[in-house]
């Protein structure tokens, strides 16, 4: 069983509904992150936590809106999303950030329609 | 900007071969190198985490190697099962992020 819990499994919401994607970890891990991943591509950085401060943005879109209540969750706020946005998203946790091992979840399947 | 890369993309074998997945970055400043292998629909799980002052990591029939001198990392399987059969994914850590490789697709069959 994985360490870092994501709920739901399968997501499909139309594009003018919003719904949040949740990601917890007891790991004591103070980084977590979340990715997107296309089909059959690797996955791609959206932001980096760290101390539930945000601290990398990769010039993600405003329809994507990351939320860190505390130090064991970690949120994915969606709104107005595009087709184009369904992929699978990953969240992961580390030590801390930086150079420290990263472990994933299992993550959440999002279909727009 | 890093950059890595894995060959091949896709490999399909018989049971009980061994094996070698490759992996290569272009800037060799790197922390370390980590393997993650992923099922089809699922997350990613690590199988080995290489820092940039070792040269190779074991766990089990799984032996990663690095060379940051040459932009190289391999992970080798023996006597590879079906059970195997997944994407292999090579990660390179750059300062604050994760950048990935393209990934392997390994079918290993009885």
């Known amino acids: 069983d994985t360490e870092v819990t994501q709920t739901p499994k399968h997501l499909v919401m139309g594009m003018t509904n919003k719904k949040s994607l949740k990601c917890e970890q007891h790991m004591g891990h103070r980084a977590m992150y979340w990715y997107k991943q296309k089909a059959k591509k690797p996955p791609e950085l959206m932001f980096v936590y760290s101390y539930e401060k945000l601290s990398i943005n990769e010039s993600v879109p405003s329809r994507f809106s990351p939320e860190c209540p505390n130090s064991s969750l970690l949120n994915l706020h969606l709104h107005a999303l595009q087709p184009e946005d369904s992929a699978l998203y990953l969240c992961?946790?580390?030590?801390?950030?930086?150079?420290?091992?990263?472990?994933f979840g299992d993550g959440t399947r999002l279909s727009i329609l | 900007k890093q950059e890595v890369t894995q060959i091949p993309a896709a490999l399909s074998v018989p049971e009980g071969e061994n094996l070698v997945l490759n992996c290569s970055f272009t800037d060799s400043a790197i922390y370390n190198l980590q393997w993650f292998r992923q099922d089809p629909g699922k997350g990613l799980t690590s199988l080995l985490l290489?820092?940039?002052?070792?040269r190779e990591q074991t766990s089990g029939r799984l032996n990663a190697s690095l060379d940051k001198s040459s932009g190289r990392s391999t992970l080798y399987i023996a006597a590879s099962q079906p059970g195997d059969s997944a994407t292999y994914l090579c990660?390179?850590?750059?300062?604050?992020?994760?950048?990935f490789g393209t990934g392997t697709r390994l079918q290993v069959f009885p």
């Open positions: 990660a390179a850590h750059n300062t604050d992020k994760l950048i």
């Open positions: 290489i820092q940039s002052s070792q």
């Open positions: 992961a946790s580390g030590p801390r950030e930086g150079n420290q091992p990263q472990h």
